[in-house]
């Protein structure tokens, strides 16, 4: 049995990333924290990478990620969740059919449960300097 990652193969899957990432580009609340991504090339390859490796694809780059360190310097909040997964999964349904579209989703939407509860847990407050008891 393939892989999804196999299944969508890594031009096709490429070719999503590289849309839905034009469009993060585009959008009226997403645009603001992606304007911190200075290499969008660099990014767009990491992003594919990720995904590959997170459908079941074989590594191929030698990379470190470090999701919650950036997610907390680029002011993630569950709101900007929502509208990512939204995005993502009007990009997903435009590019791929369904029995591929709906588990990458069901993927992105895991994913995404575990930035949240990074988010509650106050993971993403580490960067952030803590309020002090004199601040309310
Ligand atoms: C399920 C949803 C999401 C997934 C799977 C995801 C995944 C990732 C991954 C794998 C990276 C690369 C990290 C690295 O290079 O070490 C990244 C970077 C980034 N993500 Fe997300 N992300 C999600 C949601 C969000 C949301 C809601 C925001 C809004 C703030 C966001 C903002 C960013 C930014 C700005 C970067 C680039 C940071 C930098 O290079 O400095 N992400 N994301």
Do not use: C, N
């Amino acid at each position: 049995m393939p892989t999804l990652a196999e299944q969508i193969g890594l031009a096709r899957l490429k070719a999503v990333v590289a849309r839905f990432y034009a469009q993060v580009r585009a959008h009226p609340r997403l645009a603001a924290p992606f304007a911190r991504v200075h290499d969008w090339p660099e990014h767009l390859d990491h992003l594919s990478h990720f995904w590959w490796v997170s459908l079941g694809g074989a590594r191929y780059l030698d990379y470190r990620y470090a999701v919650p360190a950036k997610h907390a310097a680029a002011g993630f909040t569950p709101a900007l969740l929502d509208d990512w997964l939204a995005l993502f999964a009007h990009t997903l349904a435009a590019e791929l059919p369904p029995e591929l579209a709906e588990p990458w989703l069901a993927r992105a939407e895991k994913i995404g449960q575990s930035l949240r509860l990074m988010h509650e847990l106050g993971h993403f407050a580490q960067a952030a300097p803590l309020p002090t008891a004199t601040e309310s």
